[in-house]
């Protein structure tokens, strides 16, 4: 039998902290195990179960301990992308914004100082901020207007005043009524004396009317006559009521202040990326192993580290500001059987020494077979027999 201490770990561990060496060999040592101890777990494990051998000759196995350990990290990084957007608004010297981003030379992009000491950034929160680039403004005269703050009014064309459809008339020039003669029919009644009331001649006169057509409105119905409110044109003069008759209206890019406030403006996008991985010399440790470890360590760092194939890169429109560790240590042994046939791994971890993965290997097929396969066998064929047949 063998014991050995597996204690190597990525550099990297030392720069988030430094007293990491110290720490893993501390826990390795406290909760190592030997051999006997080893034999003692797996035998209990092992025979533990119905459907585990009972007479497994431990003289004729292989057996090597191997003590080491287990970090897992959680890992967050405030990262921060950048960009520049140019802005050009009026020039109004009342307001708080026209007044900055004059002094001084222009800024670095990548100036971060004021905002974490004014704790504008908070860590590993997402947030968006921006602000005038310093150094990067200035005033303009305002093209279009000529920095006069008005323009002509295109609505009037700069008159004041411009021609619209009469609402009286709907922009026809007259204005049609219903003839009063004929109530709008086009024809009246026209009486007539007939001699004999429409009975022969000699037994005396009477009285008859007929339709015919209205003179008054020519039979059309209706008369016509010009719109006094537009003379008969169709439209009339207002007053614009764009510029209210002055022909003028106030510039809509200057607003009337003659001048233009131009700048850059950062725009930053923090935002925190969080992974999760393991650290250990053993490629089958499994992160729910960790769920009985509540002891953590929490370390912050300001300058990136290169984990290399532990996790992705970060993207390359932007950089990390800060980042943030969380590790938890647990002590792993790993015992190693060889029966000659199969190598199996055995692994016994934390504190209270919990054995994960007892192996197939070591289990008892005839048991297997007898209390498993063969009534499940014996189920089917029932089934086939008298509910599907």
């Known amino acids: 039998m063998e014991e050995k201490l597996l204690l190597s770990f990525p550099e990297w561990l030392s720069e988030i902290d430094e007293n990491i060496e110290r720490k893993i060999h501390s826990i390795v040592k406290e909760n190592s195990i030997n051999n006997e101890q080893a034999k003692n777990f797996v035998d209990a494990k092992i025979k533990g179960g119905f459907f585990s051998k009972k007479d497994i000759d431990f003289n004729k196995i292989n057996f090597k301990v191997e003590n080491s350990f287990a970090i897992q990290v959680n890992q967050k990084r405030h990262f921060e992308s950048r960009t520049i957007e140019h802005s050009v608004v009026p020039y109004d010297p009342d307001k708080a914004f026209a007044k900055v981003g004059f002094e001084g030379e222009l800024e670095d992009l990548w100036d971060n100082s004021e905002l974490w000491e004014g704790n504008y950034l908070p860590k590993f929160e997402k947030k968006e901020l921006k602000w005038v680039r310093g150094g990067s403004a200035e005033i303009l005269p305002c093209n279009d207007c000529n920095s006069l703050g008005k323009i002509r009014c295109m609505k009037c064309k700069g008159k004041g005043e411009y021609y619209e459809k009469c609402y009286k008339c709907s922009g026809k020039g007259i204005i049609q009524s219903k003839c009063p003669t004929c109530n709008g029919k086009g024809r009246v009644n026209e009486g007539q004396i007939t001699v004999g009331g429409g009975r022969r001649i000699g037994t005396g006169a009477g009285y008859s009317s007929r339709e015919v057509q209205c003179l008054r409105c020519n039979a059309s119905g209706y008369l016509s006559e010009r719109c006094s409110k537009c003379s008969g044109q169709g439209q009339v003069l207002v007053t614009c009521n764009k510029c209210d008759g002055t022909g ?116 008892d097929y005839n048991k297997i077979l007898l209390f498993v396969v063969l009534p499940i066998i014996v189920a089917l064929t029932l089934i086939y027999f008298f509910v599907i047949k």
């Open 248 to 363: 003028e209206i106030i510039c809509s890019t200057c607003k009337g202040y003659c001048q233009l406030y131009s700048c850059d403006e950062i725009k930053t996008i923090c935002k925190p990326i969080e992974e999760n991985f393991i650290v250990s010399c053993f490629d089958k440790v499994k992160s729910s192993w960790f769920n009985s470890e509540k002891n953590s360590e929490y370390f912050e760092i300001t300058e990136e580290l290169d984990l290399g194939e532990y996790i992705k890169s970060v993207p390359k429109d932007g950089r990390v500001l800060l980042e943030g560790y969380d590790l938890k240590i647990i002590p792993i042994s790993r015992v190693i059987l060889n029966d000659s046939k199969k190598e199996t791994s055995i692994f016994i971890v934390g504190k209270d020494k919990k054995i994960i993965g007892a192996t197939s290997s070591y289990l």
